[in-house]
């Protein structure tokens, strides 16, 4: 009895390997993941998920979807499942796996670029990392591929399908071994954490996140618009199981950049295709915005930068009021999403534009002595107007000036006290010095009024362009 016990012992620890790592792997996959695998696991743990929240507007797409929609200018109910590099095949599994564990939406919005409806790749490899795709749905997929694939399984996925979908299934070291190794003594735990924490208080928008403006070689010309067979199914099963559930879709081809070129045949093929597709759903319909928009809105020839995802979300807004109504809620989530766009913001006129009829206040340190004078025509007039800040002691020293997103007066609960070099700002338990520039221009503070916290000190230099770019 004790030599059995004894061999027992022997093969459990002689086998630990296998079965450790293993167990490892599926309690560390966001510490061992390359940077282009945490934000798919965060979408593959949100739509496995049952949410607290309802979201009422869901987004699936490619890349270009989730640089271009932002969520917090939508509404407080809109979340970006988008997924970079996928295809109408993740979109619809994305979808599919949200719905078996939350409330159905009201609204889909989905958008591809010409060339992932063309072609019939997808991000197999990434999804199976991640352990988005079950067993079904990789058997669903083999299946359709074989059926309506423009290549076989073997040229598009692999060689030995089910044996490397089952290879990721019980985390084999042929496939985590090499993550595992790169993640020791490296910086991913940490890089990988704050990642996976922007695209939560993002909403999952996490692509081209980014300022950068696009600078163009030449003309791409669009001459003929094509749907593989393969994606057009997968289309055809997003648009059925949003019937099956009640929910509208909303077909967009999203803005490109001025340098895009269409020929009249090209155009035509997109709306019939279109009115062809959706002919038998009440629930849905296509909108393409033919506006082109400068390069100052893209961080490359396909992607939209910061700019361009919110002047594309606010006109979306307005080709869908009724879908984004509920625009009034400001909740201290969607106000912290807000705060990241404002502290990455670099023109002083964007800022007027992100804090407009939202409840935050700007505190400004006037260095030019004309502020006034100034701020309208070169800051950006959204609607609301500065006004002169007074202290206690009368401003005795500096020229303070604040802007409320709301019309609201100071909040009260702000304080500011005069120093040497500018002024203290203590609010909501955070303290801040706002130095006062040794230029000409301005100094300012941009403060949240739901989670009472300072979110930034900034500096703009007035110069031949006026106030624009901000330190």
């Known amino acids: 009895m004790i030599k059995t016990a004894k061999l027992a012992i022997k093969c459990i620890l002689v086998t630990a390997p296998l079965w ?12 061992m993941a390359g940077e282009d695998y945490v934000a798919p696991l965060w979408n593959k743990n949100f739509t496995n998920t049952r949410q607290t929240k309802y979201y009422s507007t869901i987004i699936i797409g490619d890349s270009t979807a989730n640089a271009a929609y932002i969520p917090e200018v939508l509404s407080d109910s809109t979340v970006n499942l988008a ?31 010409d060339y992932h409806l063309e072609e019939d790749d997808f991000t197999w490899d990434v999804c199976n990392w991640i352990h988005k795709f079950t067993k079904d749905q990789n058997k669903e997929i083999y299946e359709m591929i074989q059926k309506y694939g423009n290549e076989s399984v073997e040229e598009l996925v692999s060689g030995d399908y089910y044996r490397e979908a089952f290879m990721y299934s019980i985390y084999s070291p042929t496939v985590y071994s090499y993550s595992a190794f790169k993640s020791l003594g490296s910086m991913r ?61 909303h077909l967009i081809k999203l803005p490109l950049s001025i340098d895009s070129g269409f020929v009249d045949d090209y155009e035509e093929e997109i709306q019939d295709y279109y009115d062809d597709l959706l002919e038998d759903y009440d629930n849905a319909d296509f909108y ?28 979306l807004k307005e080709v869908y009021p009724e879908v984004f109504e509920e625009d009034d809620v400001d909740s201290p989530e969607r106000m912290l999403a807000f705060d990241t766009d404002i ?24 260095s030019t002595g004309q502020l006034n004078d100034l701020y309208y025509p070169y800051v950006g007039y959204n609607g609301h107007d500065i006004a002169w800040l007074d202290l206690e002691n009368a401003n005795s020293k500096y020229a303070l000036w604040y802007l409320s997103g709301t019309d609201e007066a100071m909040p009260p609960n702000v304080q500011i006290v005069e120093g040497d070099n500018g002024i203290t700002i203590v609010y909501g338990g955070q303290s801040e010095e706002l130095a006062a520039c040794s230029e000409y221009g301005m100094s300012f503070a941009v403060l949240d009024n739901v989670n009472e916290t300072i979110v930034c000190t900034r500096q703009c230099l007035f110069t031949d362009r006026g106030f624009r770019e901000v330190q």
């Open 83 to 113: 997924l970079a590099g996928s295809s109408t095949i993740e979109g619809y599994y994305t979808l599919e796996d949200y719905l078996k564990y939350n409330k159905s939406p009201n609204d889909v919005f989905v958008s591809y670029m």
């Open 343 to 366: 502290i990455g913001e670099n023109y002083m006129g964007e800022i007027s534009k992100w804090i407009a009829d939202k409840p935050y206040t700007l505190i400004f340190i006037d």
């Open 189 to 249: 735990d940490e890089t990988n954490k704050n990642m996976y924490a922007d695209a939560t208080v993002r909403s999952g928008r996490y692509n081209s996140i980014t300022n950068e403006e696009y600078d163009p070689e030449d003309i791409t010309g669009y001459s003929d618009f094509i749907v593989g067979a393969l994606q057009e199914e997968y289309y055809y099963k997003i648009l059925d199981l949003c019937k099956d559930k009640n929910i509208n879709v």
């Open 288 to 315: 393409w915005f033919h506006t082109t928009y400068e390069h100052e809105f893209f961080a490359n020839h396909y992607h939209m930068n910061n700019h361009g995802a919110f002047r594309f979300s606010r006109e």
């Open 20 to 31: 450790l790592f293993p167990i490892y792997c599926s309690t560390h996959l966001l510490e």
